[in-house]
């Protein structure tokens, strides 16, 4: 095996950036599994639908071509992140309401859900091929933001984009963090995912906890989607599949149902993925990546932090 | 027939799971003020019954009326906003929030006050001072006697009209059950109604004044108190004399 040390720098880097857009992601997954003990398939493409609002709204709608700077920079950027941040919370919403709560109301068995969240992101996914929506092929996500170094790590320059990655993504999960375990609607999350029968003699409203639920996994579904546009310069209707694996792998690698675990395995799958290429090579990345997942189910089947949401 | 002034009363109530029908229309009146026992065996409808009340599992039949409403349809927090509140069987605490996490979440309903979840924190800590020791601890890491008192801790604080316990007594060490129920008693008469289900027969009836039997799914028996502590076929049944 030939090691490239010289990439081992770099390579670390943006093991983080990709990885803190996993967890991001990951979020979505355990927190709907908290709380249904559901794993979300659809959650895939909810994400895309934060990609390709932000498109539509900043592509085709505001027809932005040109990169901005300064203010206007800044205004555009928060802009793309909450367009997407809100459509994928009322994707996520919807899918609750017209993939999830029917059965629940019926009764229905643990694998219906499951089946019908699969099918769920096929539909979602395969509806927005569609021409009157985006298409077969990738567009090209408006150049907001001219990429341009912005300090060195590692040994490596980090760039702006990279920058607004973590930035966004350590705003979003601190915010998460506090909405959990100080707000009442947070401690109704975490209440429901411990005992949900305790919860309703507490006074818990399930129906409207499970849609919250959704609604902010959604939400920072959304803000990955939007980050992804930005930082890849491009959506597709099939955007979500790998980056959706691939979250729900550091999902329950870090512990799902567990949040921070979420955000613990998705920094470190993104660096798992990244150092195989310092010894293995780039096309193994996604073989080592996936083979996460049955590792940890055979040997460490509750993650690294356990399967529990709060704090 | 019962006077009107019921507070809780179900008439012909039944509950199905699937095809099986665990409680069989069953009459139970609760009125206020009172403590009032359920007893039975193991799977004689007990918890069904308060589950059903609860509309956590809701009736399939019959009716249940709290102040003269009906609370079938009535959603499972609805039950709690209206002011019936239950410690549930296994007192299912919340295991990773601390104790006091857990009392609040007994106030989830009544939006409370920053005022008034330190008051009424503070009167649960009277009742159960070693609550207020174990106050930052894992409510899953407290001993069965300290988790009950925290289950019956949390109801309180949601500021009940109508108590229900399912089996309080269970898996405690006898002078522990006795904490419990002199706590049940104390409730009752700062004005709380109390509804009790209970397979220790012996420390329901003590504590209660109004008994009802219920047996595979049907009340077999409806008496005050003592006079079923008296009765021959609950002694033999429930009470293990001859």
Known sequence: ?311 | MPPDNALLELEDMRVHYGAIEAVKGIHLRVEEGEIVALIGGNGAGKTTTLRAISMVHPPAGGSVRFEGNELRGVPSHGVVERGIVQVPEGRRIFPSMSVRENLEMGAFQRRASRKELHDDTRHVFELFPVLEERRKQAGGTLSGGEQQMLAIGRALMARPKVLMLDEPSMGLAPQVVERVFGVIRNINSEGTTVLLVEQNAHMALQTAHRGYVIETGEIVLEDDAKTLLGNDQVRKAYLGEE
Request: with cysteine; net charge positive.
């Open chain 1, 1 to 311: 095996m030939d090691c490239n040390t010289a990439l081992i720098g770099p390579l670390f880097l943006q093991g983080i950036i990709l990885g803190s857009l996993y967890a991001l992601i990951a979020l979505g997954y355990t927190m709907v599994y908290g709380v249904l003990k559901l794993i979300n398939f659809a959650h895939d493409s909810v994400f895309m639908v934060g990609g390709v609002a932000a498109f539509y709204v900043f592509g085709s709608a505001l027809g932005l071509t040109e990169p901005l700077t300064g203010f206007a920079l800044i205004v555009a950027l928060f802009g793309v992140l909450m367009v997407g941040a809100l459509a994928s919370a009322s994707g996520a919403t919807l899918l609750e309401r017209g993939a999830y709560r029917p059965l629940r109301r019926r009764g229905g068995a643990r694998l219906s859900f499951l089946i019908s969240a699969i099918g769920a992101s096929f539909f979602a996914t395969y509806l927005f091929q569609q021409d009157f929506l985006l298409g077969a092929g990738k567009r090209q996500f408006p150049n907001l933001m001219e990429t341009s170094g912005a300090f060195s790590a590692f040994g490596s320059p980090v760039n702006n984009k990279d920058l607004l990655i973590v930035v966004a993504v350590v705003i979003c999960l601190v915010a998460l963090d506090r909405v959990i375990n100080q707000t009442r609607i947070g401690r109704s999350i975490r209440a429901l995912s411990e005992d949900v029968v305790a919860a309703q003699l507490m006074g818990v409203n399930v129906n409207r906890v499970i849609v919250t639920t959704f609604l902010i996994g959604g939400f920072f579904g959304g803000v990955a989607g939007a980050l992804y546009g930005v930082n890849f310069a491009n959506v597709a209707w099939n955007m979500g599949f790998i980056p959706g694996v691939k979250a729900f792998t550091a999902a329950v690698l870090g512990g799902i149902g567990n949040i921070r675990g979420a955000m613990v395995g998705g920094i470190l799958l993104g660096l798992i993925e990244n150092m195989s290429v310092v010894c293995i090579g780039a096309e193994w990345a996604n073989v080592v990546a996936f083979s996460v997942l049955p590792l940890v189910l055979i040997f460490r089947p509750t993650g690294l932090l356990g399967e529990r949401i709060g704090g």
